[in-house]
């Protein structure tokens, strides 16, 4: 009902909107007074996590896409080598496991049948299993030795935005807990981080606040046929995301490239007037990485690519080469995807609609896929 929706058309905008509560929920109690971690219901004991040689990650779509921004943080963060597979392979391979290895399980639903096959999988090897998950009380977490909660709510639209969000929290929270434990030559940046982290979900309310032309350039793109989507870095993962929500929802074709892999044959699809989104990185701290998309724009452009551009507030080298240029607010690099992915969900929800799409249940999909 109209109520159910709070007044939006669609549940998925609803929860779009709750997204910096749904953020500012799932830090909740998380950090204490002087600004360090406590995560207390992860009953995995400090020695233990000192312990850890390998973080594996299991996850399936949207949760998967959390899961590979997660191994930037953990690898950075912690110098703990972190693979992220999809469920649905790691469940049928031998990887390598032992009681070293920490296991984290990502899941809004907590039921999805390849991410439990998977943790058991993992689990019969002898390691420890975190689940990432939103639904209390759901199979993952009871099958898992902890659960760490992200607080988004529960999530009603079958394409995830707000669980995904709190997802990535979980992960940064995780990432810098290991760290903090571990006590890594990162101290002083993981103690900046958790500030900034605190004052994300305000960063995550400006974006939303600028999201109209965003649906103005969505509504142009109505009669497309493909969207292609470059990131680099953590960025890479947010343009899979944004790929995935654009063919659940508009189903159009749309794929995520890293922008390092042009060359090697994404670039060939670039013809006149296709529409690039590209996630730039912040042109601060890592500028290479910045000067290196800057390029990539630069050479899809003059194959007559669209360029619609996501970039940080004041990032101008950007500008001569953005047919549409959509800002995001400054953030540390690994932190950027909770701010970046946000006007790509609104983008693929305007489309959905522009297309005359069921925005809430898209065709052939299911919110929790618990069979193979
Ligand atoms: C996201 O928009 C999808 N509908 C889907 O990829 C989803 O993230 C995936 O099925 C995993 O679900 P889970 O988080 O409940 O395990």
């Not at 399936?60 to 392979?89: D, M, N, Q």
């Not at 391979?93 to 899941?107: E, Q, T």
């Not at 032309?213 to 142009?220: D, E």
């Amino acid at each position: 009902s109209a109520a159910e929706k709070g007044g939006y058309d669609y549940f998925m905008l609803k929860e779009i909107a709750e997204q910096p509560k749904a953020v500012a929920d799932t830090l909740l109690g998380r950090i204490d007074p002087a600004g360090s971690l406590t995560l207390d219901e992860v009953r995995i004991s400090p020695s233990e996590l000192r312990e850890i040689d390998k973080v594996v990650i299991v996850a399936c779509g949207t949760a998967f896409h959390a899961g590979l921004i997660a191994k930037y943080a953990i690898e950075h963060w912690t110098r703990i080598p972190c693979e992220v597979e999809l469920a649905s392979e790691f469940r049928y391979r031998d990887p390598i496991l032992d009681s070293r290895s920490l296991v984290i399980a990502i899941s809004q639903s907590g039921e999805t049948m390849d991410t439990l096959m998977a943790l058991r999988h993992a689990r019969e090897q002898g390691s420890k299993v975190l689940a990432i998950c939103n639904t209390n009380g759901s199979t993952i977490p009871r099958e898992s030795d902890a659960v760490l909660y992200t607080h988004a709510g529960p999530e009603v639209a079958v394409a995830s935005t707000k669980a995904f969000l709190t997802q990535l929290v979980a992960c940064y929270l995780v990432a810098l807990y290991l760290g903090q434990v571990r006590g890594t030559k990162w101290g002083d940046e993981i103690q900046a981080v958790i500030k900034d982290l605190s004052r994300i979900s305000e960063e995550v309310e400006r974006v939303l606040e600028t999201m109209e032309p965003v649906r103005a350039l969505a509504r142009t793109l109505a009669e497309k046929d493909t969207v292609l989507f470059l990131g680099r870095h953590v960025g890479y993962p947010v343009a899979l995301e944004g790929a995935l929500k654009l063919k659940e929802l508009a189903y159009m074709h749309a794929e995520g490239f890293a922008a390092g892999e042009l060359k090697h044959g994404p670039i060939a699809l670039i013809e006149e007037d296709v529409p690039v989104v590209v996630v730039v990185p912040s042109p601060r701290g890592r500028s290479v990485l910045h000067d290196k998309i800057v390029s990539n724009i630069q050479e899809i452009r003059a194959r007559g690519a669209r360029t619609i551009v996501i970039a940080e507030e004041g990032d101008e080298a950007v500008v001569p080469y953005a047919d549409h240029l959509i800002r995001i607010p400054a953030t540390p690099t690994l932190l950027q995807p909770l701010v970046a992915t946000v006007p790509l969900q609104v983008f693929a929800c305007e489309l959905a609609t522009a297309r005359g799409n069921e925005v809430d249940q898209p065709r052939n999909l299911a919110k929790s896929v618990t069979v193979e």
